[in-house]
């Protein structure tokens, strides 16, 4: 029951910056931009795979995606430490706070693009998150969003081009995005 439980408020819990979803209550935000920003090209610090001192559950999750991504002949998602970044930090946080989905307590952090300015992702022309809860791990929750429509969308998106996962007990969080050009 536990995981039925999880996927009902799964299926609500999908936030894009550029997808239009059923359950978007306005327009995205602008793309976030690294503080100081001038909008030129930030450096690429995105990777083809996580480095070893990422958690183990955040590199099967990634791993997991991109399983799904070449099954379906999808070019597989790049690692971008930042992108991690937000994603732990909004895990620990749902984690601590003992919620599920896309906002925080915190009005600075309330919104996606803001935890990405935060965390130093940016410039960015499109930008997306997903979220779940209470999944055994990072199999069980990427099948629980494979079998959301709108999980599906974001992680099978092929304009989505960099991603960072991050688990904190039971609460996940994928962050999603494309650099601008």
């Not at 083809?48 to 958690?55: C, S």
């Not at 935890?115 to 929750?141: Q, T």
Request: charged share 25%; hydrophobic share 35%.
């Amino acid at each position: 029951m536990r995981g039925f439980l999880a996927l009902s408020v799964l299926t609500l819990a999908g936030c894009a910056g550029r997808i239009a979803v059923p359950w978007d209550d306005g327009p995205a935000a602008p793309p976030p931009r690294a503080s100081g920003s001038t909008g030129a090209r930030a450096p690429d610090l995105s990777t083809v795979e996580p480095p070893a001192d990422v958690p183990a559950d955040d590199r099967r999750m990634f791993a997991e995606a991109n399983d799904v991504r070449r099954r379906l002949g999808l070019r597989p998602f790049r690692w971008h430490p930042r992108l991690h970044r937000a994603a732990r930090e909004h895990s620990e946080e749902q984690a601590r706070h003992g919620y599920m989905g896309h906002g925080s307590p915190d009005p600075a952090r309330d919104d996606l693009a803001d935890r990405l300015r935060l965390a130093g992702y940016g410039p960015a022309s499109s930008w997306a998150e997903i979220v779940a809860k209470g999944y055994d791990g990072p199999r069980s929750v990427t099948v629980g969003w494979m079998n959301s429509r709108g999980h599906r969308k974001i992680l099978t998106d092929p304009a989505l081009e960099e991603a960072g996962f991050a688990r904190v007990g039971d609460a996940f969080t994928g962050n999603f995005g494309t650099p601008m050009r």
